[in-house]
């Protein structure tokens, strides 16, 4: 379950939100065309062939971000 509240988002939960995403549009291809963006990359995003690129995430209202921590 993706929760709105969180401030951040694995590539896990971004795939699922996308998603979601197109099938409230009613499918890849409607939601692809609606944001400009070739439903080749929504497909290979959600199956998890390729990470998310910049339009998708634009379009989701989403930005990627590089984090780092030490090491246990």
Do not use: N
Request: hydrophobic share 35%; glycine share 10%; net charge positive.
């Amino acid at each position: 379950m993706i929760k709105k509240t969180d401030r951040f988002f694995s590539l896990e939960d971004v795939r699922k939100l996308l998603r979601l995403t197109c099938e409230g549009w009613g499918g890849q291809q409607a939601w692809a065309q609606a944001h400009g963006i070739s439903r080749r990359f929504i497909w290979g995003t959600i199956t998890g062939k390729h990470p998310p690129t910049r339009p998708i995430l634009k379009a989701l209202g989403l930005e990627a971000v590089t984090t780092y921590r030490k090491s246990r």
